[in-house]
């Protein structure tokens, strides 16, 4: 009885079992989280979530059954990912290899045993400020379009309206430069402060956009802030460095920066 009922489970598994991987069925790509990505975003990975069958090995002599542990491997277009996790009942994570364009990617799932699926248009990239929602302290690599598109558009308006609305894109040479509002006192290293940013130049009360933050040492957290509201960028940062001093510096897509006054940091007590 122990015998036949071994044998039932390896039918129920798999009809079949001990069958190569090409008397399988093709696995079947169900969902790619998110569907869209900023171009380069730093440490940006997908979400893979598939259907699969497996060969089941059943020994009849000594009464087990046992399926094969796989493993499997995924591209984009033609460039592979690096599989971070797989789980073969049907999860697996790829970071999105760097140097992707903008558009849409098809995405391959293979399995070890050969077997493969592909699901076109998987994975839309998209540039900064084109309409993706910016969820990532970093959120990636800063380009032009975070300052507005970089299409041909004349001065942004035109005689007759009297120049560029609230609402136009920020072009290039809109924004000369930026401005801390003064770091006074000492600052604890790991530990929140507040800065204020403003934008300068003859259109800095429309400037809604984002800003990259750096520091003259140590490491700054978060990378990005944004975005800002008619010019002015407020946002709690931290630094971590060695004590002694230190500069922050901003800066746009289209290389407009600015710093801030040299301040002091303390080590943690």
């Not at 001990?18 to 869209?36: H, K, M, Q, R």
């Not at 599989?83 to 391959?108: N, Q, Y």
């Not at 003064?182 to 259109?203: D, K, L, N, Y």
């Not at 400037?207 to 709690?236: D, M, W």
Request: glycine share 12%.
């Amino acid at each position: 009885m122990r015998r036949m009922s071994l044998a039932l489970l390896g039918a129920a598994l798999v009809a079949g079992a001990c069958t190569s991987g090409s008397d399988l069925p093709d696995p079947s790509i169900v969902s790619v989280e998110p569907a869209t990505l900023l171009v380069n975003a730093k440490d940006a990975s997908l979400t893979v979530r598939f259907d699969a069958r497996y060969g089941v090995a059943v020994d009849y002599g000594k009464e087990t059954a046992s399926d094969r542990t796989m493993s499997g491997r995924i591209w984009l277009d033609d460039t592979e990912a690096t599989v971070t996790h797989f789980d073969p009942e049907g999860v697996a994570i790829a970071t999105v290899p760097k140097g992707l364009g903008a558009g849409s990617h098809a995405l391959r799932l293979r399995l070890d045993d050969g077997r493969e699926d592909v699901k076109k248009d998987a994975l839309d990239l998209v540039p900064p400020g084109h309409g993706q929602e910016e969820t990532d302290a970093d959120a990636g690599v800063l380009v032009e379009t975070d300052a507005g598109s970089v299409e041909p558009q004349g001065d942004g308006g035109s005689p007759a309206d009297g120049g560029p609305l609230p609402g136009d894109p920020i072009l290039k040479g809109d924004i000369t430069g930026y401005g801390f509002e003064p770091i006074e006192g000492a600052r604890m290293s790991r530990e929140a402060f507040s800065i204020t940013v403003r934008a300068e130049g003859p259109r800095a009360p429309h400037f809604n956009g984002s800003l990259e933050v750096s520091s003259s040492r140590g490491k700054v957290k978060p990378l990005k802030i944004g975005p800002c509201e008619n010019g002015v960028c407020t946002a709690t940062v931290t630094v971590d460095a060695s004590a002694g001093t230190v500069q922050l510096t901003v800066m746009d897509g289209y290389g407009t920066t600015g710093t801030s006054n040299t301040f002091t940091l303390d080590a943690p007590p």
